[in-house]
């Protein structure tokens, strides 16, 4: 790939270009302000690759997504949640060995420390169980303050089943003081998304068996959501890495950025939505014209995407599941319909069409998360137990490139320029 030439005034700038596997080469402007005193302006950083990175892709034009160049649509059907945790963070897919010898570590961290279960019982009963998840994560750090380095490999793997683990359990803990219901402990035996249903659902005066329709529809949604690329909350979790904070604390800080409604919040978004047009009787039509309308802060939640200009292969996957968990488990949901109605009219619509705005992967997630008995505002934290391998790896990614250094990007100063203080009886 030849070198990019960078012409200001009377200086030039030669800039090395560099490529990857796949996708877009990448020009390394790292010399630009010492030789040129500049710097760049990039908006959400759309044209910003932070570092170089080996663990999804996406090529958005296309709708692909790989996990360490495996496509999605080959992990969604044949893969379990702790296998691609185990793909992401080593790189290969484990033997069936490996395999059973993750599980068995993993299950061996499932309990919580059992003054935790003050921490969910401080909350207001009506918490955000995203509030509650993060504090919940940042509060892990502070049982294990020996494994917290995050330059300490051995530290950071058991730290890091430690949070695949444990996660489940302090959701539905959570969930379980929200509802005034005695707390389940985890149940070994039963595989990852089964112990979390299993935690969720029963209670101790009833028998309980995890559905495996229900469970392997969770497994698959936590297979789709465990990484991509160097999404908001992914990088937020390295931007904090960056300074050599706890993975703890890391972690918690892709929380934080998940729950917001542009990123893992809208799946909550897009079925208050579609329950919202449902209860009011509006049609898609007038749905879709307010989306339309730029004088009305009105979206279509679950539709668009940074990078993808083409379906989300996630999105296309979960709608072929709602149809299936839905007919297995009997259930007749008007908001499916609805959805698939709005799908159809917003994918006919110029102004969608143009602006290559399709169903991402939150737009069907929350027909099926519901249907499994959800509420929906847990819908995000189901999510962040999906991406929890993403951001471990993606923070160990980091800490292990001799390249990083702390996030410390510039800004654009356009405030006042230098000016003298005023005394206060003079202003
Ligand atoms: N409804 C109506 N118009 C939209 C929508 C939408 N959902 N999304 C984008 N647009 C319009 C937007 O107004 C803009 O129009 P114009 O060019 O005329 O100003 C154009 O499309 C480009 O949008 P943008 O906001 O500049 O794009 P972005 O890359 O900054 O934002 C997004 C991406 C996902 C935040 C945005 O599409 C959105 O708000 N979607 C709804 C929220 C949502 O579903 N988020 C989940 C994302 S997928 C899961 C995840 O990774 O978190």
Partial sequence: MPDAVLRYGDKELTLPVHTGTHGDAAIDISKLRAELGLVTLDSGLGNTAEGEGSISFIDGEAGLLSYRGYPIEQLAEHASFLEVAYLLQYGELPTPTELEAYEESVRRHTLIREDM????????????????????????????????????????????????????????????????????????????????????????AEEYTPDPVVAKALNLLLVLHADHGQNCSSSAVRLVGSSHSNIFSS???????????LHGGANQAVLEMLEDLHQNGTSVETAVKRAKDKNDPFRLMGFGHRVYKNFDPRARILKKQADEVLDALGIDDPLLDLARELEEVALNDDYFVERKLYPNVDFYSGIIYRAIGFPADMFTVLFAIGRLPGWISQFRELLADPATRIFRPRQLYVGPATRDYVPLDQR
């Fill in 251 to 261: 972690v918690a800080a892709g929380i934080h950025a998940l729950a917001g409604p």
């Fill in 117 to 204: 279960k003050h921490l969910f019982e401080a909350f207001p009963h009506n918490a955000h169980p995203m509030q509650i998840l993060a504090s919940a994560v940042s509060a892990l750090a502070t049982y294990y303050p020996d494994a917290l380095n995050p330059l300490d490999e051995e530290a950071v793997d058991i730290s890091a089943r430690r949070l695949i683990a444990k996660t489940p359990t302090m959701v539905a803990w959570s969930y379980k003081y929200r509802v005034s219901q005695p707390y389940i402990y985890p149940d070994n035996t039963h595989d990852y998304a089964s112990n979390f249903l299993k935690m969720m659902f029963s209670v101790p």
